[in-house]
């Protein structure tokens, strides 16, 4: 049992219709019912914690909140002794975050069936910089290898290079020896992309809206991490026979296509979800990233900010300002 009974939390609370988060001090009493009691010490931010801190009532039914859909740290308390207390356990997705308290706070309570355990060699902040981004690039990866992607059959190409998915994504790729195509809105990323592997990158302007139901087939295959039109343009530039995993809507939840990119080309469209998985999908990718597919330049290239940073870094999530991967550090 933990001699601490109260905690630090990042809340969102509603105030006539709008949402304010703020630092509070919860007592450990208050957290949700569940085997697992977990002192975090990392968490990482998403596209989802800012949906749920700005009152989106698809993430978050009520509030007050605690956001964070992503936590790592130490077991505290184990009502079944799987995870063992004292061991380190990483907790994404699921409900965590959305509508159980999630890794805004220094303490969650959660199922045991949520909790992977710390791949070897890792620690709760290594953990972190890929969060539940890093899992869903190597999701969106391996569903593209499975399909029988290969770097000898041409480009791959990846849109949203620069958010945190995406830019995962475009290393695991160049480390696998494909030839990187970035696609993505910031010119001023153009470097950084190519340090982490992309051997091209074009603007986004190489998936707009454009009347053809076909077009020339540029990529072999590809990870796209924006949804709504550029990924209907994207499935156009489809080689034959190649597949394109989708894991994200922040160009739009709508997918207006023909079926010509599927019959005539037999193109692939493969949907990834890193929440709902079975707990072993998930720990086979996390032992992945930490061993053969580590990504090194993305690890360095995380950024550490604190709660008191967690208002104005979640803001430039909705506003598309946000690039590469975020940690809360609980300790900062
Ligand atoms: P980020 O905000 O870090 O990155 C998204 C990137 O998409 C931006 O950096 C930008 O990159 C690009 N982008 C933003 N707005 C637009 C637009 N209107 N049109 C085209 N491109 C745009 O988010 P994440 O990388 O964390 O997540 C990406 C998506 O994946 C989100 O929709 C998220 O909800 C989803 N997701 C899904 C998961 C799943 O399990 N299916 C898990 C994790 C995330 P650039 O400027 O380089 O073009």
């Known amino acids: ?35 697992v009691l977990i002192k975090v010490s990392h968490s990482s931010l998403n596209y989802k914690d800012a949906l749920s801190a700005s009152g989106n009532k698809g993430v978050t039914r009520s509030f007050p909140h605690t956001p964070g859909i992503d936590a790592a740290g130490e077991v505290i308390e184990s009502a079944t002794g799987t995870p063992a207390v004292g061991s380190q356990v990483i907790v994404t997705g699921y409900d965590l975050g959305m509508n159980t308290d999630g890794g805004f706070g220094e303490y969650i309570r959660v199922p045991s069936e949520w909790c992977v355990s710390m791949p070897a060699g890792w620690n709760a902040e290594t953990a972190m910089t890929y969060g539940t981004a890093g899992l869903t690039a190597g999701l969106c990866v391996q ?86 039109t550029p990924l209907a343009e994207l499935l156009k530039q489809i080689q034959p026979g190649g597949s394109v995993s989708c894991c994200g809507l922040v160009a739009g939840p709508q997918l207006q296509t023909t079926v010509l990119p599927f019959i005539l080309r037999g193109v692939n469209l493969l949907g990834v979800d890193s929440v709902e998985i079975p707990l072993a999908e998930k720990e086979a990718i996390w032992k992945k990233l930490a061993g053969d597919w580590k990504c090194p330049k993305a690890e360095a290239s995380a950024k550490r900010i604190g709660r008191v940073e967690l208002d104005a870094a979640l803001k430039a999530f909705l506003k598309s300002e946000s690039a590469g991967k975020i940690v809360l550090d609980h300790a900062v």
């Not at 809340?11 to 949700?32: A, H, N």
């Not at 790729?173 to 091209?200: R, Y």
């Open 1 to 35: 049992m933990t001699s601490d009974t109260q905690f630090k939390a990042w809340r969102v609370e509603e105030q006539d219709g709008d949402y304010k988060g703020s630092e509070q001090t919860l007592d450990i009493k208050e957290l949700p019912a569940g085997d």
């Open 143 to 228: 569903k593209i290898l499975t399909m029988g992607a290969k770097p000898e059959q041409g480009k791959v190409t990846v849109s949203g290079a620069s958010g945190a998915v995406g830019s995962i994504a475009v290393e695991l790729l160049a480390k696998l020896g494909f030839d990187v195509v970035a696609i993505s809105g910031k010119t001023d990323h153009a470097q950084s992309l190519k340090e982490l592997g992309a051997t091209e990158v074009v603007g986004r302007d190489a998936l707009a809206e454009g009347k053809k139901p076909i077009l020339k087939p540029v990529f072999a295959n590809a990870v796209d991490t924006v949804g709504g």
